[in-house]
């Protein structure tokens, strides 16, 4: 008979991140801990997915009006670097730093999706009172709150997680974390999907402020009694801080830091111009439901979840990271093209594919270039906290920049299509689109020959043969 101690032992090994179990941080309260990652998960599907969606197709807000408003959470997101910071240095009575932090993201979080459904309503003009600017304000406040509060949120929730995770667990730890973010994603999309499929006002209201409260739930669970009490002395509470610009300024004198930073902006463009327009362009040229159209961040989740085991995969056989990096940008490419041939060829089994290619591609150039800021060699006080801030701030910044971009390209390029200004032939509302993925393309190949450089600068034998780890990993 086989022994009890190895078929236990070998159940243990059978379970997915069993590696990240310490004494310090045991299961039970890891994935308690992780449920923060969830609630965040859904609040992205939420700003990213379903309600653009509905702000344009069934509310008929403009799509530049609705780029702003996506674009104010991720214009934000640089901040999280301070955050960061700040949640590192915090001085309390009781010693107490990450917490505070994350439970006034998760009020913020809260917050945000309280009172967005009414804003939504009114900037759709709905409206019997107040001034005409009421519905642009409510809305912006809303999505600023619930966003600042996700990144609030997740920022401290990945910080408490590293601290109470061992040296040896720590990379499993917040790789965890950054998975049930994109399970996070794909179950709320599938939930939020079903819920709209009968859209009216009222439910709309009902589902986003459903999702309030299960933020808020979740995020108590995820917080109750994760961090311990350790009063701090005065000397410590009245200890100078590093000064930021020192460290910055020694960061960006390596010209591969800074060129890493440009190849980082450019994909991040490239892949995330559109967000705003992914399911628009499903439910108005293909004729999607709220439902199907909102099953598009499944598929992305899924295909990110994907690009994130072939990242795993590669760095254990000792792949470039910046290789890897290419691979995920040529992957992008095709994925653009079979989204473009998905109208006219009228085939939304050609559409889902390229966003599940999108989610691949953009997952696997996120995670590699990630891996590329955490194995840069800084100098001076720089350390690799900085260049993961770096990596993150010009990630974001790129986000919302090219979220904007790709909406008012969208609005500005249809209006002058649908008039007939650029002929008949492109008399259509897919061509707005179309120039907006074709420039996605393009800027793909900006960003393999800015990467070209990195690729000769490293070769392939130093990047070590370690599992993947994702400490810091700002998602």
């Known amino acids: 008979m086989i022994p009890r101690s190895v078929i236990r032992n070998a159940s243990l090994r059978m379970l997915p991140f069993s590696d990240a179990v310490s004494e310090q941080l045991p299961l039970r309260q890891l994935l308690r801990l992780s449920l923060f990652q969830i609630s965040v998960g859904m609040a992205s599907v939420m700003l990213l997915g379903t309600l653009n969606r509905v702000m344009i197709v069934e509310l008929n807000v403009m799509a530049w009006i609705v780029a702003i408003m996506i674009a104010i959470p991720v214009l934000v997101a640089p901040f999280r670097a301070l955050l960061g910071f700040r949640s590192d240095t915090y001085r309390s009575a009781i010693g107490w730093k990450r917490i505070p932090y994350l439970w006034f993201g998760s009020l913020w979080q809260f917050g945000g999706l309280a009172i967005m459904p009414m804003g939504l309503l009114v900037l759709s003009g709905d409206q019997v009172a107040g001034p005409e600017w009421a519905g642009e304000v409510g809305a912006a406040l809303a999505f600023l709150l619930t966003g600042l509060g996700m990144h609030m949120t997740q920022t401290a929730g990945l910080a408490l997680a590293a601290d109470r995770a061992s040296d040896e667990t720590r990379p499993q730890v917040v790789a965890l974390l950054y998975v049930m973010f994109l399970i996070g994603m794909g179950v ?13 006002a009222l439910r709309l209201v009902q589902v986003v402020q459903g999702a309030a409260v299960v933020t808020i739930v979740l995020n108590i669970i995820a917080l109750w009694k994760q961090e311990k009490v ?3 002395t005065k000397q410590e509470r009245e200890a100078p801080r ?18 890493l930073l ?12 559109q967000d705003v327009l992914l399911e628009p362009y499903g439910g108005e040229i293909l004729g999607l439901s709220v439902s199907a159209t909102t099953l598009l961040t499944a598929m992305w989740a899924l295909g990110a979840l994907i690009g994130f085991g072939l990242a795993a ?26 989204v473009i041939f998905a109208a006219p060829m009228n085939s939304p089994a050609l559409f889902f594919a390229g966003a599940f290619g999108i989610g691949i591609g953009g997952g696997l150039f996120a995670v590699s270039t990630l891996t590329s800021a955490m194995s840069l060699d800084v100098k001076g006080i720089a350390g690799k906290g900085l260049a993961l801030g770096a990596w993150g701030a010009a990630q974001a910044t790129a986000a919302g920049v090219s979220i904007f971009i790709g909406g008012a390209l969208r609005d500005i390029i249809n209006g002058a299509a649908l008039s007939g200004s650029l002929g008949e032939a492109l008399q259509s509302a897919t061509t707005g689109y179309s120039v907006v993925y074709h420039i996605e393309i393009a800027l793909l190949f900006a960003t393999l020959i800015a990467l070209g450089p990195l690729v000769r600068a490293r070769p392939l034998t130093e990047t070590p043969a370690t599992p993947l780890g994702l400490a810091d990993f700002p998602t």
């Open 188 to 200: 709320s999309a599938v939930l939020i999907g079903t819920l709209l499929r009968d859209f009216s």
């Open 242 to 259: 590093p000064a930021f610009r020192d460290a910055w300024n020694d960061l960006t004198r390596d010209t591969e830091a800074t060129r």
């Open 230 to 232: 350790a009063p701090m």
């Open 313 to 338: 995969k590669w760095l254990k056989q000792s792949i470039n990271p910046h290789r890897m990096a290419a691979r995920g940008i040529l992957m992008g490419l095709m994925a653009f093209c079979a």
């Open 262 to 273: 440009i190849v980082v902006f450019l994909g991040t463009l490239a892949f995330n111009m």
